[in-house]
């Protein structure tokens, strides 16, 4: 698989959101659209356990809800990060009671995951462009070097020590992670 697929240059952004969803996901990021790499499997357990760990702080509260793989469309581009968190007020609700699917800002926690084959430079342009247009904390997970960078705006992505503890704020103040939680979740335990 190649780390970054280009599908195609010289679209608009509306003539992108136009086409039909299929897989692989595509992505718009600065005119080009691109093919978003297929996860694997150290990549999903940690995607799943840090979507249930945030909503399983968040909801209770009533605060927001994270998902995996959610469109969002903003600033020029359209991306699906790994994880977002979106804060109550940043999800629209229909007349229904039920949330609309589109994503027309930043999530308020942005969090990318490396796969084999991907490319770390795509992944933290997604994030510095997340945190330089609203969202106010990201986080480059690397499974295989078990590795957390945390971007916020403003500031240079800091690497995070192995004994360190990942912090929600100001998203989700009162959230906290152990880094060693983070890569402790891909040991399956049978």
């Known amino acids: 698989m190649a780390s970054r697929t280009r ?9 992108f959101l136009a086409l039909p969803e299929d897989k692989p996901y595509l992505e718009y990021i600065d005119g080009r659209i691109e093919a978003k790499v297929s ?8 995607e799943a356990e840090l ?3 945030l909503n399983a702080f968040a909801t209770p509260r009533k605060l927001g809800r994270a998902y995996v793989e959610l469109r969002c469309t903003f600033a020029g581009r359209s991306i699906i990060p790994d ?5 109550k007020d940043h999800i629209e609700i229909d007349a229904n009671g039920e949330p609309v699917d589109e994503t ?7 969090v990318e995951i490396i796969s084999p084959e991907q490319g770390v430079k795509k992944s933290k ?7 330089s247009n609203g969202c106010s904390l990201g986080w480059l997970i690397h499974p295989n070097q078990r590795t957390i960078d945390v971007f916020r705006p403003g ?4 690497r995070m020590a192995p004994e360190a503890i990942l912090e929600g704020e ?15 979740w891909l040991k399956l335990g049978w």
């Open 155 to 158: 500031r240079p992505a800091g």
């Open 51 to 53: 979507r249930n760990r």
């Open 39 to 46: 996860p694997q499997k150290k990549h999903t357990e940690i």
């Open 170 to 184: 100001p998203a989700l103040p009162g959230f906290r992670l152990p880094v060693a939680e983070v890569f402790g």
């Open 83 to 87: 994880v977002v968190f979106l804060l």
């Open 7 to 15: 599908i195609r240059e010289g679209m608009t952004l509306e003539e």
């Open 125 to 131: 342009g997604k994030l510095a462009h997340s945190t």
């Open 104 to 110: 027309p800002w930043p999530p308020d926690i942005h």
